[in-house]
């Protein structure tokens, strides 16, 4: 039995919709530290992360898409080059902050992503603008003349070398916003078949719930909570004894949605 650990919630002035969804602002920190019931092993949420780690090295499986992508790289990475022999002065030192730069293994892909830089070092590499996308890598050589080589680590044990460009900090200083942090849906019901009530997002099916509820806050358990990234998703929920349910949410960061499934909103 998964428990409920008390955590730190803000509550923010939002617009109810017709069926009584909410927004709830959470703790990031609080939810990391303890064991809230959240399915973060949903199929779409690892449906996008390796999906946006094969977009980011090219490494698609349509060969027509592949070839079409590594071209752009190519154009890219000979516009970083030229850029950077021409350049007769670098910067010292690469600010402290959040970065834009340019990621390449010198063949197949030139991809943009966001570093974190402290005391000249970089300490992380997130893609896709989202924080769960930070991909794990070790130093080769440090940032200097506003580039540096890193190797990647990624998944089945592989690694890629790659040279990472502070391409746009080469005139000033040039920081960024932090990469977007993940938020929160929880799916609910109050009927009597509750358990019987499976959720999907296109083709991918996410889970069911566990248990009738009579009400919910954000992350209950019995409820289906999901973390995604920020943006606009479609749904259906179907339960046996022919009722379905279907609708868009729109998942804010660091916000968790809840989505009651009743006789009222069922299709």
Known sequence: MNKIYPISILIIL??????????TRINQVAVQKN???INNNNNLGLYSIANSISSFRNA???????TREIEKAKSQLAIVKNLYSEQTTFPEN???????????DNFNYCSDAKVLVK????????????????????????????KSTINLNLQNGNTDTAEIYFFYDLDKPNTT????????????????????????FGRQKQGGIEKQLDEADCLAEGGLT????????????????????????????????TYSLNKKNKE
């Open 119 to 146: 005391n000249n070092e970089i300490k992380q590499l997130v893609i896709d603008n989202y924080a769960e996308l930070s991909l794990k890598f070790s130093t080769i050589s440090g940032i200097k003349n506003a």
């Open 60 to 66: 698609w499986t349509d060969d027509k898409i592949r």
């Open 177 to 200: 916003s932090e990469p977007l942090q993940a938020g929160y849906v929880t799916f609910w019901s109050d009927l009597s078949n509750a358990k019987t009530i499976e959720i999907w």
């Open 14 to 23: 939002i617009s109810l919709s017709t069926f009584g969804q909410t927004y």
């Open 226 to 257: 999901l973390k995604l990234k920020p943006g606009s998703y479609d749904f259906r929920a179907e339960s046996r004894g022919s009722k379905s349910w279907s609708g868009t949410i729109e998942i804010k960061e660091n916000e968790c949605y």
């Open 94 to 104: 690469i600010v402290d902050g959040w970065h834009l730069v340019k990621v390449t």
């Open 35 to 37: 064991n809230i019931w």
